[in-house]
């Protein structure tokens, strides 16, 4: 049986109803703020890089659509692994030599680490502050995103919320993403970890990005640059370190950038 005129006119009057409201609550959010992403791929023990960065690169594309994708790292990779990144705005940049590991005597030993671990773990603060001014997108956050980890289902939902409540305060320096919750899947403890990894996957304040470049500069040596952001002088107040909950990050694979650490 055909609906009545009268149940066709209430049902288009229900349906413009619900559009000017979607559309008075569209009016009312501003613009999420910008996103980047820094995606290191470093050379890893027995060539896992390519692998690590293709399974990385596919669930970045399925989760987010940042302004920029920049891929940091020791030669460009393969074409499979940056095809998994077409449709985004990627490009890639040259891992760089830098100048003060030249002097390793001069490095500060902290936390009984050897020298060899101090130069992998200070190489890395700087590859950050490198990367973080090679980016073409002025005011984004930016999202280290470690190529040893996958963006679940669900992720870029629960990161655009949460920026629509957060991203414009100036509270907090990065918000945490993974580290606090350990990796359920035993085949991945081979580190010595047992399953707990992936802390240096964070989002970064665009506010106060200028200003952490230089902390991190002149303090590259201090400690590893998941540590580094809790060591930042406040002004007056200390920082809001928020965390993203539920996890939806997973830290994966067993070849670390530190052939030691297999």
């Known amino acids: 049986m055909r609906p009545s005129a009268t149940a066709v006119c209430e049902r288009h009057r229900l349906l413009r109803e619900r559009v000017q409201d979607a559309l008075v609550v569209s009016k009312t959010l501003e613009p999420l703020p910008s996103l980047a992403v820094i995606l290191p791929a470093l050379r890893r023990a027995h060539g896992a890089e390519e692998a690590y960065l293709q399974r990385s690169a596919w669930a970045l594309r399925r989760e987010l659509r940042p302004a920029e994708v920049l891929v940091f790292g020791d030669a460009r990779p393969a074409g499979l692994a940056m095809r998994e990144l077409e449709g985004l705005p990627v490009r890639f940049k040259q891992r760089p030599e830098h100048k003060e590991l030249q002097r390793p005597e001069s490095l500060r030993r902290a936390f009984g680490d050897p020298l060899e671990k101090v130069l992998w773990r200070s190489r890395l603060v700087l590859d950050f502050v490198s990367a973080v001014k090679e980016l073409d997108a002025p005011g984004a956050h930016v999202l280290w995103l470690e190529d040893d980890v996958e963006l679940l289902p669900g992720f870029g939902t629960l990161l655009e919320g949460w920026l629509q409540e957060h991203g414009r305060k100036k509270d ?35 506010a106060w ?15 590893p640059l998941d540590w580094l952001h809790k060591m930042m002088p406040t002004e007056g107040k200390e920082w809001w370190q928020p965390k993203l909950q539920p996890v939806l990050l997973k830290h994966f694979g067993e070849h670390s950038s530190h052939e030691d650490f297999l």
Do not use: H, V
């Open 172 to 206: 907090w320096l990065c918000l945490q993403l993974l580290g606090f919750q350990r990796d359920t899947d035993p085949k991945t403890w081979t580190w010595g970890t047992r399953g707990w990894g992936g802390g240096g996957s964070l989002l970064y304040n665009a």
């Open 209 to 223: 990005l200028p200003r952490y470049r230089e902390f991190l500069a002149a303090s590259f040596d201090k400690a």
